[in-house]
T-cell receptor, first 114, second 111 residues
Framework: DGGITQSPKYLFRKEGQNVTLSCEQN?????MYWYRQDPGQGLRLIYYSQIVNDFQKGDIAEGYSVSREKKESFPLTVTSAQKNPTAFYLC?????????????FGAGSRLTVL | SQQGEEDPQALSIQEGENATMNCSYKTSINNLQWYRQNSGRGLVHLILIRSNEREKHSGRLRVTLDTSKKSSSLLITASRAADTASYFC???????????FGKGTKLSVIP
C-alpha cells in the first residue's frame, strides 16, 4: 500500500539535544511538507520541498532543519535552538506543486522534551 | 500567513443528528479543503471545493462555499459515533499552492 511513514511515533529528548524525525513516502509525490501541531493552534508549516535538493522555509522554520536528498525522504531535525520543541509533528506529501494541492499525511511523531 | 478559522471550536451531538461546522478565511483563495483528524493521528482529506463552485457533495458530506463572505460550511448528515474527530479547513491563497489550516472543530458524536 502506498503511503507516508513517520518514525518514531514517540520521541523523548533532553534539553540541548538535536533529534531527527524521519518521513518516507512511496507515493511518488514531488512535494513534501512538515507541520507542527500544538493544542488549540491548528497546523503550522515548518518547511516544504517541491523537488529534490530544494526546500523552503515555512512560517516557523527557526530551530529546525531539513534535507531532501531523495524524492522519497524528507527528514526533519529539531535542533537545540528550538526553544519549545514539545509538539506533534506531521509530515505530508502532494503530487503537484500548483493547482489543487491535496495533501496525504503520515501518522505523526510526538516529541516530548524532558 | 492568513489562517482559516473554524466555528464552533467544539460540537457535541447525538448519533443520527446532523453536524455543521463553519470556516472563515481572509483573502482570495483557489480552493478550500476539509480534513479530518482522529485523536493522535494524521489528517485525512475529505473533500475539496474550488473557488468557482458553490456546493459539493460526497456521501454524507455536504460542503458549501460563499466567496463573497469568505466562508465555507461542512455538513455531516446522520452522524455516527465513528465521525468523532477534529475537522479542519485548509485554504490555498490565490497565487500560492501552500495550504493554510484553521484551528479545527472538535466533533463528539454520542452513541
Amino acid at each position: 500500500d502506498g503511503g507516508i511513514t513517520q518514525s518514531p511515533k514517540y520521541l523523548f529528548r533532553k534539553e540541548g539535544q538535536n533529534v531527527t524525525l524521519s518521513c518516507e513516502q512511496n507515493l511518488n509525490h514531488d512535494a513534501m511538507y512538515w507541520y507542527r501541531q500544538d493544542p488549540g493552534q491548528g497546523l503550522r508549516l515548518i518547511y516544504y520541498s517541491q523537488i529534490v535538493n530544494d526546500f523552503q522555509k515555512g512560517d516557523i522554520a527557526e530551530g529546525y532543519s531539513v534535507s531532501r536528498e531523495k524524492k522519497e525522504s524528507f527528514p526533519l531535525t529539531v535542533t537545540s535552538a528550538q526553544k519549545n520543541p514539545t509538539a506533534f509533528y506531521l509530515c505530508a506529501s502532494s503530487p503537484r506543486t500548483g493547482g489543487a494541492n491535496v495533501l496525504t499525511f503520515g501518522a505523526g511523531s510526538r516529541l516530548t522534551v524532558l | 500567513s492568513q489562517q482559516g478559522e473554524e466555528d464552533p471550536q467544539a460540537l457535541s451531538i447525538q448519533e443520527g443528528e446532523n453536524a455543521t461546522m463553519n470556516c472563515s478565511y481572509k483573502t482570495s483563495i483557489n480552493n478550500l479543503q476539509w480534513y479530518r483528524q482522529n485523536s493522535g493521528r494524521g489528517l485525512v482529506h475529505l473533500i475539496l471545493i474550488r473557488s468557482n463552485e458553490r456546493e459539493k457533495h460526497s456521501g454524507r458530506l455536504r460542503v458549501t462555499l460563499d466567496t463573497s463572505k469568505k466562508s465555507s460550511s461542512l455538513l455531516i448528515t446522520a452522524s455516527r459515533a465513528a465521525d468523532t474527530a477534529s475537522y479542519f479547513c485548509a485554504t490555498d491563497e490565490a497565487g500560492s499552492y501552500q495550504l493554510t489550516f484553521g484551528k479545527g472543530t472538535k466533533l463528539s458524536v454520542i452513541p
